[in-house]
């Protein structure tokens, strides 16, 4: 990727199916723009994590539908492509006993002293912490900070704030906003939670059973001024309840629907990462789930 200049995110008829022959995407087309600031909206199974995974060079995508400032995030090995989902959050090492100094040493607090420094002020870490005796909100504030201290270029969030309390969070989003508005870099957000975050976004994307069914800037899908804020909901709130509640009519009971809920995290073919099983020696091997 450039280094002068903030990476674009361009996806072009994007389709994923699942081992089992289910539709994890289907059809998908994207242009995020640099050093936007994307928000990620869908229901559970909507297919956030499998795009975010893709994006991210987890796994393999067909050729031509994923451009990252030009390149393929999957076959040329992008650096500066952060991607946090459920397997980072879950790392066993997080829980036992060592200390927060060891950990932000161990990726780079020492040579990135300014970023390191930076967020621990951010996410109120205190250094002295024994990660075993810490709660969930402190452990998640830990992770965050080992994730984003080495400099990053195209930056993927999964569902990654939800142990923060209101005030770590606010710190913590207003810290990203900066980093897109001093550096040359990109943010994608999948989060069901929409406090303090009405003026965060620079676009939106509405996802349902595997399909983007809106997308653009933040100012051509919002509600018009005062409309939906008189039950103490922003505008941003109410637009997203409304599809939701859309989604969920067109969608139905979930009983033997189309989803990928569940899903996205397995794949023993190529682009497997973390909890992603590996077949037992000597069992029959799925074909690899894009086809």
């Not at 990620?40 to 451009?67: D, E, V, W």
């Amino acid at each position: 990727m450039d280094e002068q200049t903030a990476p674009n995110i361009e996806v072009t008829n994007l389709s994923y199916t699942f081992p089992d022959r289910t539709t994890g995407l289907h059809n998908l087309a994207l242009s995020l723009p640099p050093r936007s600031r994307t928000l990620l909206i869908g229901a559970n199974g909507a297919g956030k994590t499998t795009l975010l995974r893709l994006l991210s060079g987890k796994r393999l995508a067909p050729s031509g539908t994923i451009s990252i400032s030009g390149l393929d995030p999957f076959k040329d090995g992008l650096e500066g492509v952060t991607y946090l989902g459920l397997e980072w959050v879950l790392n066993p090492i997080v829980r036992t006993d060592i200390g927060v100094r060891e950990l932000l040493k161990s990726v780079g607090g020492d040579f990135y002293e300014d970023r390191r420094d930076e967020l621990v002020q951010v996410l109120d870490i205190d250094l002295d912490w024994r990660m075993h005796a810490v709660s969930d909100g402190e452990r998640r504030r830990v992770q965050l900070a080992m994730g984003l201290i080495r400099p990053w270029r195209i930056l993927l969030l999964d569902e990654i704030t939800v142990d923060l309390d209101l005030l770590s969070r606010s710190n913590f989003l207003a810290f990203l906003k900066k980093e897109t508005e001093v550096r040359q870099c990109t943010i994608v957000y999948a989060t069901h939670i929409l406090d303090n975050l009405a003026e965060w976004p620079t676009h939106l994307v509405h996802m349902s059973l595997g399909r983007v069914k809106q997308w653009g800037p933040i100012e051509e899908l919002e509600l018009k001024e005062g409309e939906g804020e008189s039950k103490g909901n922003s505008r941003l709130g109410v637009l997203v309840l409304g599809w939701l509640k859309e989604d969920l009519e067109e969608r139905g009971p979930r009983n033997g629907m189309f989803g990928s809920e569940g899903k996205a995290y397995y794949n023993p073919g190529v682009g497997g990462y973390g909890s992603e099983k590996t077949p037992e020696k000597g069992a029959e091997v799925p074909k690899p789930g894009v086809y």
